[in-house]
């Protein structure tokens, strides 16, 4: 049988022989595209489909799934869909889902050694901003410093910049890149981080200017300007001025109704004010729209306080489940882990553990410093929580809680 095959093949003319090899290469470079698959688009919960938004989502995800079916190197549209993949994990809280997946098409684009800067520069953008979403903040600075050397008169990677240095505790950094950032393009991402910093730098009132202008850049309704709105509303919780809040999230949900992180903050607004009832119905709202474990988080600590064993029980392992889910698919969550073994397990002596890996990994960061100087209270370490305090109060930030740890040393 051997000879037979090896005869005719000998006897093939040198066009067939042409013909076949053109074969075989078509069916590999086949193999080769059908080895990029274009993940999924999850459906959302019909509370947030926003109407029309959610139809045009759909039709764009149809349109770039079948462009890169036909053509798993079409770069522009890959792009195109990771950025919609990102946008999604927020709306839809599905972050397990959408950050791996925009991450495997953007490291597919990223494979092909052949591109041009341009289309270089955007991937590493794009997957920097994944790195900083998972919390691989050292990751993300090293990716943001590549993509800059191809392209320094960008806003956004100047954005990308300012929330690593930030992350790690470079604020003296974080500050110069956000001045390039907004003398760039002066919008809404630009002014939402200048708000940030005058925060950690105890400049509240800087921050809230900064935020404001940042809410009218946007576009109401939109995803975007939503989120800031609700940033601003978290500010104004934090130092107490919990009215004006409150009229932000009930704006807010005139623009974006249904928005879960307006819905669980008013929860958070009712649990301030004692309303317990009110509070939970806001917060179990607020679950059933996305799964974001905070909203879990922050109805478990109502139950503790109501002494609902059964109930806090179900949802504290509901909670180790979606972290440990979220950590599997990439999502560095120590620092929540360290929030809740503390606040809701009582386990103190795990959860600086956590914290403390998360210190290895950002020893500067003033949140980790402070949240490491709240464990070591508890821990009865005065010392090192001074040594903690130090750190976190180094900027000069304003948070309630530095004001409390300072009362305790």
Known sequence: MKT??????????????????LSALWINNKQTKNEFTVPDLLDRNERITMGKEWDQVQSKYVSLRNQLLANSNDHKSATELAH??????????EHGHYYPAAQSILNHILENKDLDNET???ALVTIAGVQLSLHDFQTALKTAQEAILLNPYNSQIYGVLVDCHIELGNYKEAVV?????????????????????????????????????????GYPGQEETAWAMHTYAEMLMRYGLDNEAEVVYKTLLQERPDYPFAVAGLGKLALKRNELNEAALKLKDAINIIPEVDFYVTLAGLYKSQKKVEALEKLKADILVMLKDDSETGHNMDLEYAHVYNDLFEDTATALVYAKKEFQKRPQNIDVNRTLA????????????????????STHSRHPELEMIKTKI
């Open 4 to 21: 037979n095959f090896t005869y005719r093949f000998y006897s093939l003319g040198a066009g067939m022989i042409l013909l076949l090899i």
């Open 84 to 93: 919609l993949f990102i946008k999604e994990a927020r709306i839809t809280g």
């Open 120 to 122: 270089r520069f955007t």
């Open 177 to 217: 890149v956000a001045d390039k950032m907004v003398a760039i393009r002066p919008d809404l991402r630009s002014y939402s981080r200048v708000s940030y910093l005058r925060e950690i730098f105890g400049d509240i009132p800087g921050a809230r200017e900064a935020m404001l202008m940042a809410i009218q850049a």
């Open 374 to 393: 709240l464990l070591e209270l508890e821990n009865n370490n005065k010392e090192k929580a001074i040594s903690y305090y130090k750190t976190a109060s």
